[in-house]
């Protein structure tokens, strides 16, 4: 146990721990004195680790990401079930029963077998080991010199060690081989099973493509959950919270050309970060969101100039207004200072007047039916929303049709046969159309923020939408040319529990506020503190008992048969090379010998072995005679 041990605390970097611990062990196979610990200390020990667990698990869980504390938590279980494993080293060790780690067990005082804790704290210091997460060689390495160290101990005496040791290390390159396919195993089932629920799950955005749903038929509606909860502090609440915009569209996908981010600097306090060419604004809004921990693309009203209360690792915007963070906490709640007339996106350039070739005639066709040659630039916006207002409508439910199979497109088939579809196809159209009129023109995505609760607004997943954006007096703007009154047609398609859905919403959103925003120094106080005084008290409990003399020495009734004669042809036998394992009865280990001793031995050694029996396990019912006989038939039967 000590070099598992060692090995924990190289993997972990937890050497303050793994050293004394390890030092620890090691002096109790020099202390001839042990403790006299009955099966009640040996709960009690239990009960600390349990104790210790569970409080580590409670400090981590309120001090860190969930992800990160799963991960330190399994690091820290060594430390945590350490008492148990110096319990045993330093006690008689006689009465650690499987009993002791129930509860259960405990109250109804079932039968048990003694256990030996060593092997389970080796593996579990191996696995504390694997949970650093450091991708190396070097962790399988190291268990396979630990499992090899520790068996060589148990190898049954009938196989040599260099039969042993071949076959040890063949199964350990088979086990690194079938480690590797495992992953990749693992690899192919996560693929997909995103694959197979990526439809029922909450639609993230990719600042670097957006797959849109046009094409598809069927039902397109998404759930009711709720996703972001807005609060205006200061000023009217934005109407659109844009998450993303792009420039190039081919074949129902936006993309984005040139769209490479880069860090914004950050205040004093880490968590104000100010975005690029934009001036502070005294509109305010707070938004709250859960956000994926490693990386999250953040919702922001147009025109966003500051990010404040923002715990992040760090802030990354594009040319495009997008903005994404690193290292989010579980629930981000942020204030944005923004100003919809002034936006800190990049100059237009060639890519927000392309217009896709299989697309061209008829978005050109339609621009002249417009006349928006003709027109000034708020005539040509106001025309191209008046257009998708009197002549289409908004469904998420879309038919087939047989014009796709002819090699229509998607936004051919809207335009022109079936002028009905989502937000997407009018957000399309309509940045097409504002780029056929010479008006710079991209694509974003986001939510709309429309549903009110009190001061609250819940944004739901249905809320997601897509607008334009377009450039005008140095700034971009948005544009929606979906036809009014979309929101409440979704409305009315809501689920009958959605209100049972909110409660419970509203109950973790006041959990997530507490723990990740919350102080709660208190708590891990109060835990350190409660570990710390059960801690005192076991101690007092445990170390001021009467310590038993000698070396390991039982009260007497426990040493009755220790002193049997067939303990001496044990050992006689063990210098032939004829051990008997530890997990054998004396009449398995003779029966196994039956090819290796002569015959009229093994007749010899039965009787001694009821009258062993009788007297270690039954001695009021041997008599001084028999005794005398079991003292001398072993004695002729060693000769």
């Excluded at 696995?127 to 450091?134: E, I, K, R, Y």
């Excluded at 205006?232 to 993309?255: H, I, K, N």
């Excluded at 009203?301 to 906490?329: C, D, K, S």
């Excluded at 409508?393 to 002819?406: C, E, F, G, H, M």
């Amino acid at each position: 146990m000590t070099l598992a041990l060692l090995f924990w605390g190289w993997r972990t970097n937890l050497w303050w721990f793994a050293v004394p611990m390890a030092l620890l062990l090691d002096l109790s196979t020099l202390v001839r004195r042990k403790w006299d610990l009955r099966e009640k200390d040996y709960c009690r020990i239990w009960d600390l680790c349990t104790l210790f667990s569970v409080g580590g698990a409670v400090y981590l869980y309120s001090s860190g990401t969930t992800p990160a504390s799963a991960f330190l938590f399994f690091q820290w279980m060594p430390i945590f079930l350490f008492p148990m494993a110096l319990g045993q080293a330093y006690g008689s060790g006689e009465n650690l029963k499987t009993r002791v780690f129930s509860w259960f067990l405990r109250k109804r005082a079932a039968a048990s077998e003694p256990i030996n804790v060593s092997w389970f704290f080796l593996a579990l210091c191996c696995v504390a080991a694997g949970a650093a997460n450091l991708r190396d060689p070097w962790f399988y390495i190291g268990v396979v010199i630990l499992a090899g160290l520790s068996l060589s101990g148990a190898r049954p005496s009938r196989f040599s060690f260099h039969a042993w040791a071949t076959c040890f290390v063949f199964a350990s390159l088979l086990g690194y081989f079938a480690h590797g396919q495992i992953h990749q195993l693992q690899g192919y089932l996560e693929q997909k099973t995103a694959e197979a629920f990526s439809r029922f799950m909450r639609k993230e955005f990719d600042p670097a493509e957006m797959r849109t749903t046009m094409g598809q038929i069927g039902n397109q509606k998404q759930s009711s959950r709720i996703v972001l909860r807005v609060n205006a502090v200061e000023g009217p609440v934005p109407s659109l919270l844009r998450s993303a915009s792009y420039t190039t569209f081919q074949d129902a996908t936006w993309r984005v050309v040139r769209g490479d981010f880069s860090p914004l600097p950050t205040e004093s306090d880490t968590t104000t970060w100010n975005l690029p060419n934009t001036n502070r604004t005294p509109s305010l809004v707070q938004i709250a969101c859960y956000p994926p921990p490693r990386r999250a693309v953040l919702a922001l009203p147009n025109g966003a100039a500051r990010i404040l209360n923002a715990p992040v690792n760090a802030v990354e915007t594009n040319r495009l207004g997008t903005a994404r963070v690193l290292e989010a906490p579980g629930l981000l709640s942020y204030r944005v200072h923004f100003d919809e007339q002034r936006s800190f996106d990049g100059e237009p350039d060639n890519a927000d007047f392309e217009i896709p070739t299989r697309e061209w005639s008829l978005i050109t066709d339609i621009a002249k039916q417009l006349g928006l040659s003709k027109l000034s630039d708020d005539e040509k916006r106001t025309a191209i929303v008046n257009y998708f207002e009197k002549n289409f409508r908004y469904t998420t439910d879309l038919p087939a049709s047989r014009s796709r199979s002819r090699g229509k497109t998607p936004l051919t088939i809207f335009l022109k046969e079936t002028h009905a579809g989502h937000c997407e196809y009018f957000a399309t159209a309509a940045t097409l159309l504002l780029r056929a009129a010479h008006i710079p023109a991209r694509y974003a995505t986001g939510y709309s923020v429309q549903e009110r609760h009190n001061d609250t607004y819940f944004v739901r997943d249905r809320h997601a939408h897509a607008w334009s954006l377009y450039f005008e007096n140095g700034s971009w703007h948005d544009l929606d040319a979906t036809p009014a009154g979309w929101g409440a047609l979704e409305q009315k398609e809501a689920s009958l529990f959605e209100p049972v859905r909110d409660l419970f919403s509203g109950i973790w959103y006041r959990f997530s506020l507490w723990r990740w925003n919350a102080d709660k120094s208190w708590i891990n106080s109060a835990v350190l503190f409660s570990v710390a005084g059960a801690g005192a008290l076991l101690s007092w409990r445990l170390f001021f008992r009467k310590r038993t003399p000698g070396d390991s020495s039982l009260p007497k009734k426990r040493q009755i048969g220790a002193d049997s004669e067939l303990f001496l042809i044990e050992k006689a036998l063990a210098r032939k090379k004829l051990h008997r394992s530890p997990h054998e009865t004396f009449r398995q280990w003779f029966q196994r010998l039956r090819h290796s001793l002569p015959a009229e031995q093994l007749e010899k050694i039965e009787p001694i072995l009821v009258m062993h029996y009788k007297y270690r396990f039954d001695p009021g019912s041997l008599t001084g005679a028999e005794r005398m006989q079991l003292k001398t038939s072993a004695r002729e039967w060693l000769r």
